[in-house]
Nanobody, 124 residues
Framework: VQLQASGGGLVQAGGSLRLSCAAS??????TTWFRQTPGKEREFVAA????????YYADSMKGRLTISRDNAKSTVYLQMNSLKPEDTAVYYCAADYRSMRLESVKDVGQYAYWGQGTLVTVSS
């Protein structure tokens, strides 16, 4: 089982990007995006369950994010709008077969599968 994150790039402040997390052959109960900058811990961004009915967003980015999924393509998307320079980070997707509540989805230790990360750079 592999997760492939893509969609990162260089964008100006105020711009948008859509990240994708494609799972090879499996559908996970929980798929989550984290981000990390040098010297800092990995930070929760957004999570979605298998049905798309349970969605969580980080308070710091709420209102600028939309997470969605296409189970037919085994892919989860993260639409990020009104990007800010402080959003610059490597974004990772993670997934697990278990359904999780909010307290667990924010915990990096809960995930068995991780993508390789995709770099998002927001210029001022």
């Amino acid at each position: 089982v592999q997760l492939q994150a893509s969609g990162g790039g260089l964008v100006q402040a105020g711009g948008s990007l859509r990240l994708s997390c494609a799972a090879s052959g499996r559908t996970f109960s929980t798929t989550t995006w984290f981000r990390q900058t040098p010297g800092k811990e990995r930070e929760f961004v957004a999570a979605i369950d298998w049905s798309g009915s349970r969605i969580y967003y980080a308070d710091s980015m709420k209102g600028r994010l939309t997470i969605s999924r296409d189970n037919a393509k085994s892919t989860v998307y993260l639409q990020m709008n009104s990007l800010k320079p402080e959003d610059t980070a490597v974004y990772y997707c993670a997934a697990d077969y278990r359904s999780m509540r909010l307290e667990s989805v924010k915990d990096v230790g809960q995930y068995a599968y991780w993508g390789q990360g995709t770099l998002v750079t927001v210029s001022s």
